[in-house]
């Protein structure tokens, strides 16, 4: 064989063995927190899948719609009810899997000798609106029998307020307690400037499932990779469940670039464990709830059967060996 010719042989071979990559990469849209790290996770073995995958980081799970909306998004990480939210307010979505649960903490200040839900009546509250946090704040409060507004007048004044901003306000005693999200809700209880309340999960949502969508077109137009997408991230979050180790890693190091302590990170992931199941009937629960508490103000709320898609899942853990 002529040495060119062996050359374009071998370079033949090489690219028979190479990943087929779709002509366009598939768009992740994501959150910074401790629970999301297996969603962001997907991108650095995206390849070993025969995808391509662009992440983009945003405030929170309804920032991520209009993007949706706007075609820029494929695949997107968010809480269930911004995931409710969204499909009400004409988001073009699917919900595919639920990728970790529970996430939340009321954290109130230490030097207050705060021991329920009731004894929050004349205090305020922070919150970050449209997410898990808010409604199951609502949800508690409601059980506790207290009434709220973000106005004065009731028994519990809400504020609203990013996630970033919750710490700092209940450090310098702007707000008396907070429904935060994970790592900060940790964060806060082991800098000493916060003291768990509860864990808000004896409500009938349970532990809020966070949620993995995905746009019609992209469910409907690019199946293929969809799937290739899906059993990616059935491998990350396998891998984040079976090696909390190799989690820790990257979720403190890359995402947040060592801004979190192992401590943080482990109180974190016991509160917002990794996996991989939705159902329908969480996120029918999720809407209802939402109705009953007016969360995310929707005019005519979806039901779940309708946008609610599983084979994916099923498929990718099907593939993977795991039930």
Request: glycine share 6%.
């Amino acid at each position: 064989m002529k040495p060119c010719i062996a050359s374009l042989a071998v370079a033949a071979t090489f690219a028979a063995a190479a990943p087929s990559f779709a002509d366009e990469a598939i768009r992740l849209g994501n959150l910074k927190f401790a629970h999301y790290g297996a969603v962001s996770y997907i991108k650095e073995i995206a390849p070993k899948c025969g995808i391509k995958v662009e992440e983009r980081m945003f405030a929170k799970g309804l920032d991520i719609m209009p993007a949706i909306i706007a075609g820029e998004i494929d695949v997107a990480a968010s809480a269930a009810d911004a995931a409710v939210a969204g499909r009400a307010g004409g988001a073009p979505i699917y919900a595919v899997a639920g990728f970790a649960k529970g996430g939340v903490r009321i954290v109130i200040r230490p030097d207050l000798p705060i021991k329920s839900m009731a004894e929050l009546k004349g205090k305020k509250v922070g919150v970050a609106r449209g997410g898990a946090q808010e409604l199951v704040l609502a949800a508690e409060l409601a059980k506790a029998g207290l009434s709220w507004s973000d106005q004065s007048g009731k028994d519990v004044q809400i504020v609203y307020m990013a996630f970033a901003d919750l710490n700092q306000a209940l450090m310098s005693k702007n707000i008396d307690a907070m429904a935060q999200s994970e790592p900060q809700s940790s964060q806060a209880i082991n800098k000493g400037f916060g003291k768990e309340l509860l864990k808000p999960y004896d409500t009938p949502l349970g532990e809020p499932i966070r949620t993995l969508v995905v746009s019609e077109k992209f469910y409907t137009t690019r199946k293929a990779e969809a799937q290739k997408f899906m059993n990616c991230f059935v491998q990350a979050t396998k891998l984040f469940i079976d090696n909390q180790a190799a989690a820790e890693k990257y979720v403190r190091e890359n995402m947040f670039k060592s801004q979190i302590s192992k401590d943080d990170f482990d109180d974190a992931i016991s509160n917002s464990p990794f996996s991989y199941d939705l159902s329908v009937e969480h996120i029918q629960t999720t809407t209802d709830m939402m109705v009953q508490y007016k969360v995310g103000k929707m005019a005519k709320p979806p039901v779940a059967k309708d946008w609610v898609k599983l084979d994916l899942l099923e498929q990718a853990k099907k593939a993977n060996g795991i039930k």
